[in-house]
Nanobody, 123 residues
Framework: QVQVVESGGGLVQPGGSLRLSCAAPGNILDLNAIGWFRQAPGKEREGVSCVSRNGDRIYYSDSVRGRFAISRDNAESRVYLQMNSLQPEDTAVYYC????????????????WGQGTQVTVSS
């Protein structure tokens, strides 16, 4: 079964930055739209951002717009989430997933999921 793998999480102070990476075997990422999601303790998983297969459509949730940037490198078969100006409320497990279509994050539906990577923002 195809699985995506996230990396790049960690502990960072408020105002800091992290870059998350999403990878998968072969070129499966290149052929699909990819979404980033997160789940904070005690909360439901929420869509954060997505990028279409060829990168011509990108969406962000209101909570991260202007601070996070999604990008894809099809030559490397990776999708990234650059997270800047991190705040404690960004603390969550972050997941990337293959999505059927890149739409507004509150409508994103993941089809193939990774195990997630923990992001903790704390002083």
């Amino acid at each position: 079964q195809v699985q995506v793998v996230e990396s790049g999480g960690g502990l960072v102070q408020p105002g800091g930055s992290l870059r998350l990476s999403c990878a998968a075997p072969g070129n499966i990422l290149d052929l699909n739209a990819i979404g980033w999601f997160r789940q904070a303790p005690g909360k439901e998983r929420e869509g954060v951002s997505c990028v279409s297969r060829n990168g011509d459509r990108i969406y962000y949730s209101d909570s991260v717009r202007g601070r996070f940037a999604i990008s894809r490198d099809n030559a490397e078969s990776r999708v990234y989430l650059q997270m800047n100006s991190l705040q404690p409320e960004d603390t969550a497990v972050y997941y990337c997933a293959i999505v059927s279509v890149c739409v507004e994050p509150n409508q994103l539906r993941g089809a193939v999921w990774g195990q997630g990577t923990q992001v903790t923002v704390s002083s």
